[in-house]
């Protein structure tokens, strides 16, 4: 099983402290590279659709565990981020599993959506297409409520922050069962694609759930 929760440990190798003497052009670069993580999540993700495995695969290939496979990167490191990984650098919520997974899934959805609305143009009601974009924004902001709960280690409210976001997901299904129907080409390609997403979300949560649970049942018998 993929790791998707335990980068937000104390014991981790990230430096947990806030630098102060960072600048606003040293954070601007910080958030430049995490968000390179979410294209790199989102590349390996499309690369590894296919496979049954994809979850576990990927977060092998961001590092999330103890051995990573080389893959062939599209893209070259160059110097200046050699000497960046070099550096010691702060933890934030944005080097969660969690939050790197959310915003590459989430963010595929809501970017394929207005593309594919677009391509449908009337013969979608704008209402219907908000319905959808709606529901999507609202599992992305839960997902990453709980990415903050779980960094607190207040694991209770990580599983209510989840439950919320299982709310939005089903209601996203339900839409894409709708947008189906009409058997309009645009939105049947989107659909297909996004459910594989969304069922991925909702598994990478169920098991983050499970682990938050297993973790209170733990403490509940130290007591």
């Given at each position: 099983?993929?790791?998707?929760e335990?980068?937000?440990?104390?014991?981790?190798?990230?430096?947990?402290?806030?630098?102060s003497?960072w600048t606003?052009?040293?954070?601007?670069h910080?958030?430049q590279?995490?968000?390179?993580?979410?294209?790199?999540y989102?590349?390996?993700?499309?690369?590894?659709?296919?496979?049954?495995?994809?979850?576990?695969e990927v977060?092998?290939?961001?590092?999330?565990q103890?051995r990573?496979?080389?893959?062939?990167?599209?893209?070259?490191?160059?110097q200046?981020?050699?000497a960046?990984?070099?550096?010691?650098?702060?933890?934030?919520?944005?080097?969660?599993?969690?939050?790197?997974?959310?915003?590459?899934?989430?963010?595929?959805?809501l970017?394929q959506?207005?593309?594919?609305?677009?391509?449908?143009g009337?013969q979608?009601?704008?209402?219907?297409a908000?319905?959808?974009?709606?529901?999507?924004?609202?599992?992305?902001?839960?997902?990453?409520?709980a990415?903050?709960a779980?960094?607190?280690?207040?694991?209770a409210?990580?599983?209510?922050?989840?439950?919320r976001?299982?709310?939005?997901?089903?209601?996203?299904?339900?839409?894409?069962?709708?947008?189906?129907?009409?058997?309009?080409?645009?939105?049947?390609?989107?659909?297909?694609?996004a459910?594989?997403?969304?069922?991925?979300?909702?598994?990478i949560w169920?098991?983050?759930?499970?682990?938050?649970?297993?973790?209170?049942?733990?403490?509940?018998?130290?007591?």
């Open positions: 099983m993929g790791n998707y335990h980068d937000s440990d104390p014991n981790s190798d990230w430096d947990d402290s806030c630098e003497d606003e052009f040293n954070w601007e910080y958030l590279r995490e968000d390179k993580e979410i294209a790199k989102q590349s390996l993700y499309n690369k590894l659709i296919r496979s049954p495995n994809r979850l576990d977060a092998l290939y961001m590092g999330w103890q990573a496979p080389e893959i062939e990167d599209e893209e070259t490191v160059d200046e981020d050699v960046y990984e070099a550096d010691q650098q702060p933890y934030t919520i944005h080097k969660h599993p969690l939050f790197v997974s959310s915003k590459a899934l989430h963010g595929w959805l970017e959506w207005s593309r594919h609305i677009a391509l449908a009337e979608l009601p704008a209402q219907h908000l319905s959808l974009q709606t529901a999507l924004m609202e599992s992305d902001q839960y997902g990453l409520l990415v903050t779980l960094d607190l280690n207040d694991f409210l990580a599983i209510a922050y989840f439950k976001g299982m709310v939005s997901i089903n209601k996203a299904f339900a839409l894409l069962a709708k947008f189906e129907s009409l058997e309009i080409e645009p939105l049947n390609r989107y659909v297909s694609n459910r594989i997403r969304l069922f991925d979300i909702r598994e169920l098991r983050v759930s499970s682990d938050c649970r297993t973790t209170i049942a733990r403490g509940s018998d130290e007591d």
